[in-house]
Each structure stands twice: as structure tokens, then as C-alpha cells.
């Protein structure tokens, strides 16, 4: 079922989503852009670190932390 | 290692992605012929080395590992610069197979710039095993550009590689890769481009920088040129093709967007022509790895566990090649004084050189040495394992609290070895404000030179004497107990710095976690050894030397039959004694501002009154001396504390200039931790005064 704004901190642990629009500041967008968090590209929640806060995900092949109020900036769709 | 005499024939510049193996392949193509790399000194690169081929010289430059050329952090502006304007023959960029996707990015970035490339696709073993195929021959019709396929860690693909540059070196093209923006830009850009003049570049791909208000690369591209390449006619023209953007709602800011969604396109398209995929899943085992050192309960339990680990292997480990050594050295030195005698050279000279210089380096040497042999190696282990980043994500919730990010954390861990490495590793850290705290904090982690004092004072002073094997055991929880009010402070300080004179909110914070990868043993303990050991062993002997000099001319000097030395220590003690120490300990504090290695050996010679640094057969023999100069268990903590907070060593310092170009902030460090310490050291003092 499809959510409107599901944000990507709010995937869970082992689940799937697609990337739909990145809200952040231009620099951490850009940042973003960068590491391969594109829209339109599939990513995982991998790991969550010991205190929650920052989860790992997988982009495009690789393992990438991120905090959760930067991921609390990226509209998802989950798949 | 090379001669500086020695020809260069070709310059190569190696680029990639960040943990692609750059290293391996580095390492690979040069062998041992490698100038000392990671730390300071080289504003270049990491490290440079040279091979020879077909009798020609090839001099390699290993840039940082960046995952774009926008220059986020001094690391990507240090490799944008090179690309763009080193002096260069050939960039031969690395990339992960195992996520190609993302490498072609920067590979996209670099070939705007330079056709001079040869892409070399490393990690296709580790692409093999998650069933990833990629069609090298079609990539490299889409790139242009020459590929390689290697897995440079079992040494393949090296060969080839070598022989692609040697090609390469000699051709002459002028052609660059060509990425299509959309039909605004591309005018704005065609403006721009036929206005631009005597720049050997890619104009196009200047044009486009130009629009962007790129000032870091613009004052870079100035000043290699040594003028200033926006002249007003240039200016007209930009201001007219930034308008064409506006009319098109196309901004500055979002120009940055267009262009880097057009190179992600590129790489996609690319990417999904050549690239046949296996599995994306993460790798299983190491999820399994993962999930045990960064969970709730075991994450931090397990990090703890490891540092200890390290230092117990560290201090049972150097204890008897260190006692060996200290007997080695200490029995050569009256063959040096007979000899000495031999050529008749007068007294006081022999006595400066062989109780002066001599003694102070064989202790520095004796106490150095040992574990740093086995340090650096374990620690470069965890480095090649990809055990670290795994540290700062577990780490970084805390540093954020104190408003800096979890990189510091790999930051603290480089300042076990040496705080100087540790600043220089700051660059790593994009935010310059979570830089610049960094740099100031890193000296509360003890270095190599540190540890074997607070070991030995641990030993004498907090053990009771006879607990058998256990002993190092305790005295490996007691100091990582002693490195635990170093990060403490580490995260107290950060924090009060990030309120007060470095003000300011935590920035993103993004860090790959690199797969784990079996360490390659020999070439590890080869490597940290050359790299690292004798690097630090070598500064601290230039150091030790002339202090060693020094200290036995204060020694010796007398006026009113009582030495310069004691004279100064007599100054100091009244200002000493109210932080729990006496004079001799500061001065010799002070004294030890070269390296940190001299401290004790200076207080235990200044207690001998003998004036030079005489052999002292066991602990036990140094407690005694120390207990009859006054010393009590709070004299040891109030040293422990003080040692790990006081100044930096001259060249964390020399680093801190260069890293923060500024004198302030390289003043700002010295007195942060000397004032923390200090005042730590007065209000432990004081309570345990009451106490005990």
C-alpha cells in the first residue's frame, strides 16, 4: 500500500524502499547525491548502531551510515 | 626508497573512491620504493612511491580516496586540485566492481577533466563471488578511455596495468568526455566556452565551473595560472549566460544539481550496459559480523574488549624485547666511552655525548621501540580489516551530543599511535568547525609516546606488588581505564568548545562501513613497520638527541654547586605543588615538549642528581627512588593525569599550524589541554590530599 511521505529513518531493519525526493540542504544533498542515494534507486536498512542513531544502508552496492535526521529528509517509497 | 638524484620519466596520479583497494594497487605497483606516506609533511597525496618500467621511471602520487571532485573536505579539494592542475601524465582511477554504479561517478568527474585516464576495476574477486559480471571491453568503449580489470590483492591485473600507462603516457589526444546537460546549459555553457582563452584545460567543462560560482576551484585554477583568468570581458560573458539560466529558473544552487543528476544519468546508463548483476544483498557474513559489533548490547562492550586486547598484547608483548634492548644499549656505552677516551677527546665532551646524547637516546629507543612494533601493526590490521568505521558508527550518537561528528572517532584512534597523524587525519572531517575541535581534542589521546610512562607508573604505584601473571593483565584494564578520561574529555571538551569559541549544530554526516576484508599479514607488519614504526622512532631520536644535550648541559652547569637543572625545578615547585606534582616533574613536563618519550627518563634523572641517565635494574629500584624523592600515590595519578593533559609535543603542534594555518587555533591547542589538565590535576590532588 502505497504511504505519501514515508520518510527513509522510517524503514525498519532489514527492509526495502525506493528513494523518491531528498529534502535536505543543497550541501548534504549534494553529499548524498555523491554517495549514489539518487532517486529512484533501491536501498536497505541494513544496521542500526548501538543507540539507534545512525542506521546503515545499503546504496548501490555499499554500506552507508547516515544520521536519522538526514534520513528523516528523504521521501521513500517502500517495496 | 628512492633517490632523490634519480630521474622521473612519467607522473602518475592514482584516484578513486574511498576502501576500492587504491591502496592495495598502490602498494602493488611500487613495492618498497615508497616515501614515507600518511603523515605529515606531503600536502600532495597520502603517499608517493616509484616503479620502474621498460627502464623508464614512473613516480606515483596516491591521491586521497573521495567519492566526488565538488570538494566537500580539505581530502577532496587536496585531489580535485591535483586532477585538475598537477603536473601529471597519467590518472589512472580505481573503482569497486562490486559497486561500480557509484565509482563511475567520480570516474565521469575525472574524465570531464583529463582523457589522460586509465580506469582500472579493481575487487573483482569480491564482484565474482556476488555473481556481478562487467563487460570491461563495452565500459571502456563508453568511457573512452583505456580499462583494467584486477583483483590487486591477489596481485592481478597489475601487469596489464602497468603496460596500459606505459601506452598511455605516450599518447597525445585532446578529446574529453562529453556529459549532456540540458538544452539551457548547454548554451549557457557554449557562451561561456568560446570567451575562454590560454587555459589548458577542458574549457567546456571550465565554462560549466565558471557558471557555478565555484570559487575554491576558481582561486585554485588562479592561482596555478598566477593571474586571474575571470577578466572583465570573461565576466561580461558569464554574467550574460547566467541570465539565460535565470530565464530558465536554473540558479546557482540548483546548477549543482543539474549537473551532478546529468553525471549520476551517465553512470546509471553506463552502468546498466555494461554490468550484468548477481546478487545485491548484503554479504551474509559479514551482516552477521556486523550485527555483533554494532548491537545494543555487544557493540560497546565488544569495542572496549578490543582496545584492551590490543594494549595487553602491547604491554606483555614489548615487556622483555624492551628490558633486552635497555641492557643491549646500556652495555655498549662504556666500549663508546673507551673509545672516546681512545682518541683522546676531553672529558666534559665524553661526558656530553655518551651520559648526554648517548643515555637519552638508548632510553627513548629501549622504550619506544618495542611497542611500537607491535602496536602500529595491530592497529594497521584493524585498519585493513575495516574494523574502524565500525567504531564510529557506534560512536558518533555520542559525538554528536557534543555537536561534532563519529569521524573523530577514527581520528582519536590514529592518536593511540601519534597525535601528529591523528591532526593530519582530521581532514577526513568535512565540517572545517568539527575539524578544528578535532584537531584541538586529539592530544587528549595518548600516544606511543605517552603509554609506556603510564604503564610503568601503573605498574609500580597502583598494583600491590606480587600478583603473578595477572599483573598485566591490571595494568591493561587500569590504562584503558586512564584512556577512558581521555575520550571522556575528549566529548566534555568538544562539547564546551562547540558552545563557546567554536560555536555552531552538528553538519551531515555520511561513512561507509567497507566490507570486512582478510587483512594481508606480511605486507601489513612490512609496511607498518617501514611506514609507521621507524617514521616515529626516527623523529623521536632527531628530537631525543639534541634534548639529550640540553638536559645534561642543565645538569651539569652548576652555579652555587646545585645544577641549572635543580635550580629551574627548585622555581617551579611552589607553582608545581599545588597541582600535586613537584618542580622536577614539570620541568621535565616542559623539558619533554619534543617528545613525550623523555619525560620520565628526565625526572628519574634529575632525582639521581648524577646528571646523566644511569641504568635502573627493575621497577622496584625506580619506585624506591621515586618514593625517597617524595612521590605518593597521589603524586602518581596527578603525573598519570597531567601526562595525559598538557601541551602537545612540538611536532602535534608544527602539525596543527600547518593543518589550521593559523597560530591562534595552534595556541588555542596547547592551552586547552594544558588548563584541563591543570585544573584536573589541582582538584584531584586536593581531594585525595583529604583522604589519604
Known amino acids: 500500500m502505497f504511504k505519501p511521505n514515508l520518510k527513509l529513518n522510517e524503514i525498519a531493519v532489514g527492509k526495502r524502499a ?23 534507486s533501491k536501498i536497505e536498512c541494513v544496521l542500526s548502531s548501538p543507540s539507534g542513531d545512525p542506521k546503515a544502508y545499503l546504496i548501490k552496492g555499499a554500506l552507508i551510515a547516515i544520521r536519522n535526521e538526514d534520513s528523516n529528509m528523504i521521501i521513500v517509497e517502500a517495496c | 626508497m628512492k633517490k632523490k638524484t634519480e630521474k622521473i620519466d612519467y607522473i602518475i596520479a592514482l584516484a578513486g573512491n574511498p576502501n576500492v583497494g587504491k591502496s592495495t594497487v598502490f602498494n602493488n605497483l611500487t613495492g618498497l620504493r615508497q616515501h614515507t606516506g600518511n603523515w605529515p609533511g606531503k600536502t600532495v597525496s597520502n603517499a608517493s612511491g616509484n616503479y620502474i618500467f621498460d627502464n623508464e621511471n614512473y613516480l606515483i602520487y596516491d591521491l586521497p580516496g573521495t567519492y566526488s571532485l565538488n570538494a566537500h573536505s580539505t581530502e577532496e579539494e587536496v585531489a580535485r586540485d591535483f586532477i585538475c592542475f598537477g603536473n601529471y601524465d597519467v590518472a589512472v582511477i580505481v573503482c569497486d566492481a562490486v559497486c561500480l554504479e557509484r565509482n563511475l561517478n567520480l570516474v565521469l568527474q ?50 596489464e596495468l602497468v603496460k596500459k600507462i606505459s601506452l598511455m603516457v605516450k599518447v597525445k589526444t585532446n578529446s574529453y568526455l562529453k556529459i549532456d546537460y540540458n538544452e539551457t546549459i548547454e548554451k549557457a555553457i557554449k557562451t561561456v566556452e568560446s ?224 597525535n601528529a597523524v591523528g591532526v593530519t587525519g582530521c581532514r577526513i572531517i568535512d565540517s572545517p568547525r568539527e575539524r578544528l575541535i578535532a584537531m584541538i581534542t586529539n592530544a587528549f589521546v595518548p600516544c606511543n609516546g605517552r603509554y609506556p610512562t603510564l604503564i610503568s607508573i601503573i605498574t609500580m604505584f597502583l598494583i600491590g606488588g606480587s600478583l603473578g601473571g595477572f599483573t598485566s593483565v591490571i595494568s591493561t584494564l587500569l590504562l584503558v581505564g586512564v584512556i577512558l578520561i581521555g575520550i571522556f574529555m575528549t566529548f566534555l571538551i568538544s562539547k564546551i568548545l562547540s558552545k563557546t569559541i567554536l560555536k555552531g549544530y552538528p553538519s551531515s554526516f555520511t561513512l561507509e562501513l567497507p566490507p570486512y576484508r582478510k587483512p594481508q599479514f606480511g605486507k601489513v607488519i612490512i609496511r607498518s613497520i617501514l611506514d609507521r614504526s621507524l617514521f616515529v622512532l626516527g623523529r623521536a631520536v632527531i628530537v631525543a ?20 637543572l635543580n635550580h629551574c625545578a627548585n622555581a617551579l615547585e611552589p607553582f608545581a605543588n599545588l597541582f600535586g606534582l613537584d618542580g622536577v616533574i614539570l620541568m621535565a613536563f616542559i623539558l619533554g615538549f619534543p617528545a613525550n618519550e623523555i619525560v620520565f627518563p628526565i625526572i628519574i634523572m634529575t632525582y639521581m642528581a648524577t646528571g646523566q641517565i644511569i641504568e635502573l635494574d627493575n621497577l622496584e629500584a625506580l619506585k624506591t627512588l621515586l618514593i625517597d624523592n617524595g612521590w605518593t600515590i597521589t603524586t602518581a595519578i596527578c603525573v598519570m593525569l597531567f601526562s595525559l593533559m598538557h601541551w602537545p609535543c612540538s611536532t602535534t603542534c608544527l602539525t596543527i599550524k600547518k593543518e589550521s594555518k593559523s597560530w591562534k587555533w595552534t595556541l588555542i591547542s596547547i592551552l586547552i589541554p594544558t588548563i584541563t589538565g591543570l585544573i584536573v590535576c589541582f582538584i584531584v590532588s586536593h581531594i585525595l590530599n583529604i583522604f589519604l
Open chain 2, 110 to 159: 575525472v574524465l570531464e577533466i583529463t582523457n589522460k585516464s586509465i580506469i582500472c576495476v579493481n575487487l573483482l574477486d569480491e564482484a565474482k563471488k556476488k555473481k556481478i559480471k562487467i563487460d570491461l571491453v563495452k565500459l571502456s568503449d563508453y568511457l573512452g578511455v583505456p580499462v583494467v580489470g584486477s583483483s590487486a590483492s591477489k596481485g592481478k591485473g597489475m601487469k
Open chain 2, 195 to 418: 570567451n575562454i582563452n590560454n587555459v589548458n584545460l577542458n574549457k567546456r567543462w571550465l565554462a560549466l565551473k565558471l557558471l557555478d560560482d565555484d570559487y575554491e576551484l576558481i582561486n585554485s585554477l588562479n592561482h596555478s595560472l598566477g593571474y586571474n583568468i575571470i577578466d572583465n570581458e570573461l565576466e561580461e560573458v558569464i554574467n550574460k549566460a547566467k541570465q539565460i539560466l535565470l530565464e530558465n529558473d536554473i540558479t546557482s544552487n540548483n546548477l549543482k544539481e543539474y549537473v551532478i543528476s546529468a553525471i549520476n544519468k551517465k553512470a546509471e546508463f553506463i552502468y546498466h550496459q555494461t554490468v550484468t548483476l548477481g546478487s545485491i544483498n548484503y554479504n551474509q557474513k559479514d551482516l552477521k559480523i556486523d550485527k555483533w559489533l554494532t548491537s545494543k548490547w555487544t557493540g560497546i562492550p565488544f569495542m572496549l574488549a578490543l582496545l584492551a586486547t590490543i594494549f595487553w598484547i602491547t604491554i606483555v608483548g614489548a615487556n622483555y624485547p624492551s628490558s633486552w634492548l635497555f641492557d643491549f644499549l646500556f652495555s655498549i656505552d662504556k666500549y663508546l666511552k673507551q673509545f672516546l677516551e681512545f682518541i683522546n677527546s676531553p672529558t666534559w665532551l665524553i661526558g656530553m655525548l655518551v651520559d648526554g646524547v648517548y643515555r637519552v637516546l638508548a632510553w627513548v629507543i629501549s622504550v619506544m621501540l618495542p611497542p611500537m612494533l607491535i602496536f602500529f601493526p595491530l592497529f594497521t590490521l584493524l585498519e585493513d580489516a575495516g574494523i574502524l568505521p565500525r567504531i564510529a558508527f557506534n560512536l558518533d550518537k555520542y559525538f554528536k551530543k557534543c555537536y561534532t561528528c563519529g569521524k573523530q572517532a577514527l581520528t582519536m584512534a590514529m592518536g593511540f599511535g601519534c
Open chain 2, 545 to 564: 638527541a639534541p634534548a639529550g644535550l640540553v638536559i645534561w648541559l642543565l645538569a651539569n652547569i652548576d652555579i652555587n654547586n646545585i645544577s641549572l
Open chain 1, 18 to 40: 525506493i528513494v523518491k525526493k531528498i529534502n535536505s540542504n543543497e550541501s548534504i544533498k549534494r553529499r548524498l547525491l555523491d554517495i549514489g542515494l539518487t532517486p529512484g
